[in-house]
């Protein structure tokens, strides 16, 4: 399991949290180059983290919140 590394300004991330909103760590949590780089990862792979435990996403960019949490429920 990888833990949600905060990064350097411009490198966007996802935090995954679980139903109560505490922080979960999951086997792939890359870093993107491009906001659209980030939700199109997580457009892609939304069941598999569900089915990790992951219940919402918060996008950041560098270490400023940007939107979420997200539900992943279908």
């Not at 990064?7 to 505490?22: K, L, N, V, Y």
């Not at 792979?45 to 990790?52: M, V």
């Not at 960019?61 to 939107?67: A, I, K, L, S």
């Amino acid at each position: 399991m990888v833990e949600a590394v905060r990064t350097p300004d411009g490198a966007w991330w996802w935090r995954c949290q679980d139903a109560s909103g505490g922080e979960v760590s999951t086997t792939e949590a890359p870093r993107f180059p491009t906001r659209s780089d980030a939700e199109s990862w997580v457009g892609e792979f939304w069941s598999e983290l569900a089915e990790e435990g992951v219940a919402a996403v918060t996008l950041f960019e560098g270490d400023r919140e940007v939107y979420g949490p997200m539900s992943l429920e279908a």
